[in-house]
């Protein structure tokens, strides 16, 4: 039972474009929401998060959008740059267990020159 | 400050044999999670201690446990290993209020 999950396996977009990363839950009890970028032999980064009590929220080049009543959010990624290339896990919690995180499978994003 | 400090970073077992990793949390962390990342499953939540007390726990077989000692380090161990607890094991750290978990480098544990 995949309660997070990013259809995409991977995703090529050129330097300078803006990079899109989908992800969708079911699980409605999920109020926090996170992104992590994941490069080999290394542990998850965190990105940037957001609140179910929010829609947007900016850092950077980073913006992580959610629409609960399609229970979707998306990572845009302005402008995508080389060292951007990783895979990107969203992950999601409830409030009741918050140190707990579900992950989906991942986004392997590769931004060509 | 110093991230999170997985030890060993590689780790060579064979079947029925039991293996113990070490985790650091950030300074000032209280809570300490531990998450398995397989290719078939993806990152998994294994159980998360927090002053000395398990606060959270995923659906792992009893083999998998773990304790948390009063400076905030953690341990997992894995009794009677099997080939698919061949993983990384990752550990992660945060305040104990937030949701943003922090990770180290992972364990990469392989059974032969």
């Known amino acids: 039972d995949q309660q997070v999950k990013q259809n995409s396996p991977s995703l090529s977009v050129q330097e300078g474009r803006i990079s899109i990363l989908n992800c969708d839950y079911t699980?409605?009890?999920?109020?926090?929401f996170l992104w992590y970028k994941k490069y080999p032999a290394e542990g998850p980064t965190f990105l940037i998060s957001?609140?179910?009590?929010?829609d947007k929220n900016e850092d950077g080049r980073f913006t992580v959008f959610l629409n609960k009543s399609a229970k979707h959010l998306s990572l845009h990624i302005v402008p995508s740059q080389p060292g951007d290339s990783a895979v990107y896990f969203c992950?999601?919690?409830?409030?009741?267990?918050?140190?707990?995180?579900?992950f989906g499978t991942g986004t392997r994003l590769q931004v060509t020159l | 400050k110093a991230g999170v400090t997985q030890t060993p970073r590689y780790l060579i077992k064979t079947r029925g044999q039991q293996v113990t990793l070490s985790c650091s949390p950030i300074?000032?962390?209280?809570?300490v999670s531990w998450y398995q990342q397989t290719p078939g499953q993806g990152l998994q939540f294994l159980f998360e201690?927090?002053?000395?007390?398990?606060?959270n726990k995923g659906n792992f077989p009893g083999r998998f446990s773990g304790r948390q000692f009063s400076n905030s380090r953690s341990e997992m161990n894995v009794s009677t290993l099997e080939l698919g607890d061949s993983a990384l094991y990752l550990c992660?750290?945060?305040?104990?209020?937030?949701?943003?978990?922090?990770f180290g480098a992972g364990t990469r544990l392989s059974v032969l």
């Open positions: 992950a999601a919690s409830d409030t009741g267990t918050a140190s707990k995180l579900t």
């Open positions: 699980n409605s009890m999920f109020d926090y």
């Open positions: 957001i609140s179910s009590i929010k």
């Open positions: 300074s000032g962390h209280r809570s």
């Open positions: 201690y927090f002053s000395e007390t398990q606060r």
């Open positions: 992660a750290s945060n305040s104990g209020s937030q949701n943003i978990q922090y």
